[in-house]
């Protein structure tokens, strides 16, 4: 059963790997804190040809780690993966019933996550040694560092892996993502292949979760970035210490001869620093001092970057102040990890020069979905916290023509961190000319009493701004073709996202096929042709 919400990986996938990492499973414990409390005489006769967190993907072979999610308790799993075949199990219970002459054999520690994730490193090869490892953490900001430092290590000859919130590409092929930081099997099952398929390095976004659940307990990072910590994920996390606490485990897993890029603007910062291995290069990230910005409009800006490699200055067709940060966060990132691979620096002088005119924002970031045909300027941008979506629209207000509007649409997702809501309406009607207060991702929760939340924040004296329609295709439709020509239409929320999640009839959730950027071109083609589009007022 998958405990955690995720199907870890199909089996085809994995079948792929099983043939070709195989161990004893006395080998493959060797040293560990673990006991045996049943099965022991079997251990040297084990042989362990798959790794799985998930009873419905166990094979012939399998060590079944039985780990405990938010929801469900891992341990309830163990019968349906034995009769799937699995010859050893991991959890944190001694007091297993096996089934009657069952050989398998149970292994026991008090802490299962971290075992699990040092099971893996060795099944698979410890691929985290072979590769060199940028991180990145923070509540906003992790996918478009990861993106542009891949970018960048790519574009210096540096064959490099991705893992994050959009998409995994390793080194050959890239999938859509379902979870920002996969489990501990499949991250170094995916590192694995990542070395298999001539990869030199890799980025990944390391989120709170798994930083919590020790994830990448077992590795070691050669370089972290620390973007900013704001108010997101409480509903798991409960408080802000615990949250921080969670990001900072990070900088405790560089290696000594590592860099640490952190935000110091942030008042997380410390927390941060303080928490670095010994002997960590740290590079204290000040917008103003150590990037500073010049000639900035909606097309990109021009940067000044301080940088070990030298003073670089080049324009990036990408704009806002947080995003400046995110680049220059980028170049320190990438420029450690070639380091390591022996680019000398000049070399990677010249591949920042050619790359950074012609860098990227991942899918889903300030992204344009409007044509040249068009009177207005649509962004898509995933931006779901409150500081998030207050940069985003600071951001396009500082390069916003005179007499232009600034629409918002935006919602909040259900069955999350309901805190910030009331934030976010405050933020939005604040900062936004006009806004559209619409549905996320409600889940199991009414839509409306979202948008109730969310209109909570909203100040007496901006609420004549603010409309509502909680159906999100209708409010894109009625952003588009009621604004101004010149105006500037932000969809925030779901950004890369292609599915909503919606209440079903039975109490549970239902995803339906939706993509903002697909309405924001249907609404505009319609503006374009002063189509007569029956568009309900909110």
Not at 280 to 289: D, E, K, L, S
Not at 396 to 404: G, H, K, P, T
Not at 420 to 427: D, E, L, N, Y
Request: contains cysteine.
């Amino acid at each position: 059963m998958d405990i955690g919400g995720h199907m870890i990986s199909t089996r085809i996938s994995r079948v792929s790997t099983m043939y070709t990492h195989r161990m004893k499973l006395d080998e493959l414990i060797a040293g560990m804190d673990l006991r045996c409390a049943a099965g022991g005489e079997y251990l040297g006769d084990v042989r362990i040809c798959d790794l799985t967190e998930d009873s419905r993907t166990a094979v012939p072979g399998s060590l079944f780690i039985a780990r405990s999610g938010t929801e469900l308790d891992g341990n309830r799993f163990i019968e349906p993966a034995i009769q799937c075949g699995c010859v050893a199990v991991l959890s944190d219970c001694a007091d297993i019933e096996l089934p009657m002459r069952s050989k398998v054999v149970v292994l026991v520690t008090e802490n299962v996550m971290q075992v699990a994730a040092e099971l893996a490193e060795r099944f698979y090869g410890h691929p985290s040694r072979v590769l060199s490892i940028a991180g990145i953490t923070g509540t906003n900001g992790k996918t478009t560092v990861a993106h542009l430092t891949h970018q960048l290590i790519e574009a210096a000859g540096i064959r490099c892996g991705l893992i994050g919130t959009v998409e995994i590409d390793d080194g050959r092929e890239r999938a859509r993502a379902s979870m920002t930081t996969p489990p501990a099997v499949e991250l170094s099952r995916t590192l694995a292949t990542m070395v298999e398929h001539g990869c030199r390095a890799v980025v990944m976004e390391v989120s709170s979760h798994a930083l919590d659940q020790s994830r990448v307990g077992a590795m070691g990072f050669d370089a972290c970035a620390f973007t900013n910590l704001t108010g997101d994920h409480l509903d798991y996390h409960q408080t802000m210490e615990h949250y921080r606490g969670a990001k900072a485990r990070l900088f405790g897993l560089l290696k000594s001869d590592g860099l640490a890029a952190i935000n110091i603007e942030d008042d997380a910062a410390d927390s941060m620093v303080e928490s670095c291995t010994q002997g960590v290069q740290i590079v204290r990230c000040m917008p103003g001092a150590s990037v500073r910005i010049d000639n900035e409009s909606i097309v990109g800006m021009t940067l000044t970057m301080d940088t070990p490699m030298g003073t670089i200055e080049s324009r990036v067709p990408i704009f806002g102040r947080f995003n400046a940060m995110n680049v220059f966060q980028a170049v320190m990132l990438a420029g450690h990890v070639l380091g390591k691979a022996g680019i000398s620096q000049g070399d990677q002088l010249r591949a920042m020069h050619e790359e950074l005119p012609h860098l990227m924002l991942p899918s889903g970031r300030l992204e344009r979905v409007e044509s040249k045909a068009d009177d207005l300027t649509v962004l898509v941008d995933f931006a779901h916290t409150d500081d998030a979506l207050k940069s985003a629209l600071g951001a396009i207000r500082s390069v916003l023509d005179e007499d232009a509007r600034l629409w918002c649409v935006f919602g909040c997702g259900g069955d999350r961190d309901q805190s910030k809501r009331p934030r976010m309406g405050a933020i939005a009607s604040k900062l936004a000319d006009a806004v559209v207060v619409t549905s996320d991702n409600p889940r199991t929760e009414p839509p409306n009493r979202i948008i109730e939340q969310i209109i909570a924040g909203v100040d007496a004296n901006e609420k004549t701004k603010v409309s509502i329609q909680s159906d999100r295709g209708q409010a894109i439709q009625y952003a588009i073709v009621h604004a101004s020509p010149g105006d500037v239409v932000l969809l925030a929320g779901k950004g890369h996202e292609t599915e909503q999640i919606l209440p079903d009839a039975m109490g549970g959730t239902q995803s339906v096929h939706f993509d903002d950027r697909e309405h924001a071109r249907i609404a505009l083609r319609q503006r374009r042709l002063g189509a007569s589009v029956e568009v309900p007022k909110p």
